[in-house]
């Protein structure tokens, strides 16, 4: 018998319907860059990954929230989600607010939203630099330092 199939932690329309809220709300705020958004399950959590992502990819903010639901087994997954995601708009506005500076902690951190606790997490990475170092070890110097010379440019 074959298994159902797994439904996606984020509808794909709905996923884009908060994109492009997210772009309504921050878009002034942009630099050359974009969201990027997608969620999945950690064992009995619905993980809900935002990523602000710089065209050139030098700039790449992951933020990580989620709910714990045996610390409210009356929200369904749904629900939970949603509120990591008005967390998530919440807290990218704080970062604006903030010049970028309002970091996310690179391990979970349990953090007050409204009545809620939510975990939550970020990293600041170069994936550019971190591409290009992987490419070096590969001994492929000359696309790395073509790479770099483009980028300069800019």
Avoid: C
């Amino acid at each position: 018998m074959a298994k159902a199939p797994i439904k996606p932690v984020l509808d794909p329309v709905y996923r884009q319907k908060v994109l492009r809220l997210l772009n309504e709300r921050h878009g002034s705020s942009l630099r050359d860059e974009r969201f990027e958004l997608d969620a999945r399950r950690e064992g009995e959590e619905a993980v809900v990954r935002l990523v602000l992502r710089s065209n050139d990819n030098t700039n790449v903010y992951t933020m990580e929230a989620a709910i714990e639901s045996s610390k409210y087994p009356a929200l369904t997954e749904a629900q939970a989600v949603d509120i990591t995601l008005d967390f998530l708009d919440w807290y990218v506005g704080e970062y604006f607010r903030e010049e970028r500076d309002a970091l996310l902690p690179l391990d979970w951190k349990s953090m007050r939203f409204g009545d809620l606790d939510v975990m939550a997490r970020g990293d600041v990475r170069n994936e550019f630099l971190d591409d290009a170092a992987d490419a070096w070890l590969r001994g492929e110097h000359e696309d790395v330092q073509k790479k770099l010379a483009a980028l300069k440019r800019h």
